[in-house]
């Protein structure tokens, strides 16, 4: 059972930066390397993830992709991200960082031109 919560967890958290962050101009590798083993080893601390070894594994692998947007964030962001994850006891932050204003910069910023349908013209 532990086995199958730990894919469930691998598959869900996989598509937050999978879906954000492609291609082969990526940008924050490291930044997000930092981010997610404080998220596996959070996960670790709050019984969501069995295999921290097998987490950390995954997500190097998966942080080829970068973080999402164009800028690479700078130290003291990633530090503040890792800090707010670390923190929380609930881990919420770990869940879901990107809603975290320490880890905001994970929300990509839409360009200019892509205001949608209902955008204004």
Request: aromatic share 4%; net charge positive; charged share 15%.
């Amino acid at each position: 059972m532990r086995t199958r919560q730990t894919s469930v967890l691998f598959a869900l958290l996989g598509t937050a930066f999978l879906g954000l962050a492609c291609g082969t101009n990526a940008v924050g590798v490291e930044a997000c390397r930092k981010i997610e083993d404080a998220r596996c080893t959070r996960f670790h601390g709050c019984g969501l993830v069995a295999d921290l070894a097998a987490c950390q594994r995954f997500y190097r692998d998966q942080c080829l992709g970068g973080v999402p947007g164009k800028v690479t964030p700078n130290a003291s962001q990633v530090n503040s991200c890792v800090a707010a994850i670390n923190e929380d006891v609930s881990c919420g932050v770990a869940k879901a960082p990107e809603k975290s204003n320490a880890c905001a910069f994970l929300v990509p910023v839409p360009s200019a031109g892509s205001a949608g349908a209902g955008g204004a013209k």
